[in-house]
């Protein structure tokens, strides 16, 4: 069944390689193009290892999500668990701190847009293209969820067939000298510029909020879960993939990078992508790689918009947002839902006037905060979740976390972690100022607004009827 309008059911359009590749094109944005090169300078080539065991972690914590979604496809996936498995409490902070977090790391994206576009136009002010690719991305999230799909399939694709081409470049560089005059680079730029951690283990553990924050998106397949066709097999062999993938571009480009030049030099050289293919006689490398970041920031910014408005929509659907947010168009868009966050996202486009070269940094951590709450509560929520099942509903999972519980629990200390890191951190300590905030806000509102009693009263109603 499938309502319009004012109706509530949202299409089942998207196949496993649309959800694939809007988690990898979610994933694939600044934190690669631009966060992994000031990861780069505090770490060194030590940031490999950052990238490989907090990429460890997140393969538990979407193992966690997982579970979870194939029994329970649901729109605004992890709010719903935490609802159900927290308490009504958890689901809505969940749900707005989504939402909230997703509007931060847009309004990221579409500065970076601004950004790129002053290669080709230099005289335009950057704000006039934020703007524009915010109009853009939200006219392309009205399409019918199979469209929009399709178009964030080949918005991946195009950033993805960069990456995988830079490093098969670099490889033939390192390996056979290709663009070197045969004499080949070898990986030696890994250990003789200071050695393999050239600022120490303290280094690696200070680059760590960039490296999470490189990973936020990936459980953004939880979020589509309402809306694919055979839940069980897809989201699996998603979950799966998304994660080696993740992986081999994010430590597979950084090991191809730093092993042709040196950790330090990178970034103050332009882009090391640009530099690569410069190196084998590609003159128009800069527009070509420039055309690239550019689809990614966009593509990293539409799947936002598609986050925010579904969560917006799960929230309206528990009387915890208004419920205009609940209404879906013709085509089963949740509209108002997504023209909410990108009016929020307004916001970034005024910023392009007055943010200073903090903003990225400040940006980028407080999304991190958000990001690392959505993946303790997923851990936390898959670990009642496991706890409600008798012995025998245990055994019938077909999907399940390795080891658990504990490399649940392992992956809960080393998000608590990364939190205190920033709290160390000088530039990052923002994100534990302004994050607990803004959860406070909205606990505040949960009572003023007597949703707690709304829940307690619908609490009591369900167990009188189960009685």
């Not at 208004?322 to 307004?346: E, I």
Request: glycine share 12%; hydrophobic share 50%.
């Amino acid at each position: 069944m499938q309502k319009t309008n004012s109706g509530t059911q949202l299409h089942r359009g998207l196949e496993e390689r649309h959800i694939t590749l809007m988690s990898l094109g979610a994933a694939i944005g600044v934190g690669l193009f631009l966060g992994s090169a000031s990861a780069i300078k505090l770490a060194g080539p030590g940031i490999l290892l950052g990238y490989a065991f907090s990429g460890l972690i997140m393969f538990f914590i979407m193992r966690a999500l997982g579970e979870m979604a194939i029994q329970k496809p649901v729109a605004g996936s992890f709010s719903k668990y935490a609802r159900d498995y927290l308490g009504p409490l958890a689901g809505y902070i969940t749900g707005w701190n989504y939402w909230f977090l997703w509007v931060v790391t847009c309004m990221a994206e579409i500065t970076a847009v601004g950004i790129y576009m002053e290669y080709w136009f230099p005289d335009v002010p950057r704000w006039i293209w934020a703007l524009a690719a915010l109009v853009v991305m939200t006219a392309v999230n009205f399409l019918a969820v199979k469209a929009y799909g399709e178009l964030e399939f080949w918005f991946a694709l195009i950033k993805i067939v960069t990456i995988v081409a830079m490093i098969i470049v670099g490889l033939g560089m390192i390996v056979f000298g290709i663009g070197n005059g045969g004499i080949a680079t070898g990986i030696h730029n890994l250990w003789n510029n200071g050695g393999f951690f050239p600022n120490g283990m303290h280094g690696v553990l200070m680059s760590l909020q960039m490296v999470m924050f490189a990973y936020l998106g990936i459980e953004m397949i939880g979020v589509t879960a309402g809306e694919v066709k055979n839940p069980e097999k897809s989201l699996s062999k998603a979950i799966d993939s998304v994660f080696w993938r993740i992986l081999i571009f994010y430590v597979g480009a950084l090991f191809v990078i730093m092993s042709i030049y040196p950790w330090e030099e990178i970034g103050t050289k332009g882009s090391p992508f640009v530099l690569t293919f410069e190196q084998i006689g590609i003159p128009a490398a800069a527009g070509i790689i420039n055309f690239v970041v550019l689809t990614a920031a966009l593509s990293s910014c539409n799947s936002g918009i598609f986050s925010t408005g579904r969560m917006l929509y799960n929230l309206a659907e528990h009387g915890e947002a208004s419920g205009n947010f609940g209404k879906l168009t013709r085509t089963g868009v949740p509209g108002a839902a997504v023209l909410a966050s990108a009016g929020a996202l307004l916001i970034g486009v005024i910023l392009n006037y007055i943010v200073p070269a903090k903003v990225f940094t400040w940006v980028t951590s407080i999304a991190t905060f958000g990001a690392i709450w959505t993946w303790g509560v997923i851990l936390l929520s898959q670990i009642r979740y496991r706890k409600s099942l008798n012995p025998e509903d245990q055994r019938q999972l077909k999907y399940i976390v390795p080891l658990f519980p504990v490399t649940s629990y392992i992956s809960l200390a080393f998000l608590a972690f990364v939190i205190g890191l920033m709290a160390y951190g000088e530039e990052t300590r923002i994100a534990v100022i302004v994050g607990p905030l803004w959860l406070g806000f909205l606990i505040i509102c949960y009572f003023l607004k007597g949703l707690h009693k709304r829940n307690n009263s619908q609490a009591m109603s369900g167990k009188k009827l189960a009685d």
